[in-house]
């Protein structure tokens, strides 16, 4: 069991930036993959960004060059810096993990609002 811990979200104003992280615990915690997910009012969860173990990253078109994802494996937490932040990146940031097993987890969401 892995247990996902978000922090970091909160109101900036366009163009600012935010640094948000999760912290993983439990008996499984170093995942082979982490996400970070959103989810805007009345959207479906989309993918934001993904590292795996040895540092391999992915991004959504709509966030590249202006996040950057990245993972302490020592600590068990993965990061995302947000920069240049817009109105449209205001949604609820959800971690994930998959355990090398196959388990996925998510947390609870932490807030991003972005006011123009």
């Known amino acids: 069991q892995v247990q996902l811990v978000e922090s970091g979200g909160g109101l900036v104003q366009a163009g600012g930036s935010l640094r948000l992280s999760c912290a993983a615990s439990?008996?499984?915690?170093?995942?082979?993959?982490m996400a970070w997910y959103r989810q805007a009012p009345e959207k479906q969860r989309e993918f934001v960004a993904s590292v795996s173990k040895i540092g391999e990253t992915n991004y959504a078109g709509s966030v590249k060059g202006r996040f950057t994802v990245s993972r302490d494996n020592a600590k068990n937490t993965m990061y995302l810096q947000m920069n240049s932040l817009k109105p449209e990146d205001t949604a609820v940031y959800y971690c994930y993990a998959r355990s090398y097993g196959g388990f996925e987890y998510w947390g609870q969401g932490t807030q991003v609002t972005v006011s123009s």
């Open positions: 439990g008996s499984s915690a170093s995942s082979a993959t």
